[in-house]
Nanobody
Framework: QVQLVESGGGLVQAGGSLRLSCAAS????????MGWYRQAPGKQRELVAR???????DYADSVKGRFTISRDNANFTVYLQMNSLKPEDTAVYYC???????????????WGQGTQVTVSS
């Protein structure tokens, strides 16, 4: 089984920065893509950023140029550096990992518990 532990959320003023971390642990054979989603009250969960094992990235248009996703492959950890934060970035941020558990042939999607990011105006 694979577990994800997130950290780094909090309250910040508009224009500020936060860095989210998500560490995967457990029996892991391989991690494919790692990414971050967010869900604001009354809205659907949306992709924020995703990073493949080959280094390709995808960003939501609303965060391009402000957010940067990175990963530490040796420690199965993904980061999201968020700069120039806006009130509309307020949401619960979820880590998402596509990983092959140890002893398995196929990959599965795993979700973190979510971390609240609140940006005040």
């Amino acid at each position: 089984q694979v577990q994800l532990v997130e950290s780094g959320g909090g309250l910040v003023q508009a224009g500020g920065s936060l860095r989210l971390s998500c560490a995967a642990s457990g029996s892991i054979f391989r991690v494919n893509h790692m990414g971050w989603y967010r869900q604001a009250p009354g809205k659907q969960r949306e992709l924020v950023a995703r990073l493949t094992s080959g280094g390709s990235t995808d960003y939501a248009d609303s965060v391009k140029g402000r957010f940067t996703i990175s990963r530490d492959n040796a420690n199965f950890t993904v980061y999201l550096q968020m700069n120039s934060l806006k009130p509309e970035d307020t949401a619960v941020y979820y880590c998402n990992v596509d990983a092959v558990p140890g002893g398995k042939r196929y990959s599965y999607f795993y979700w973190g518990q979510g971390t609240q990011v609140t940006v005040s105006s």
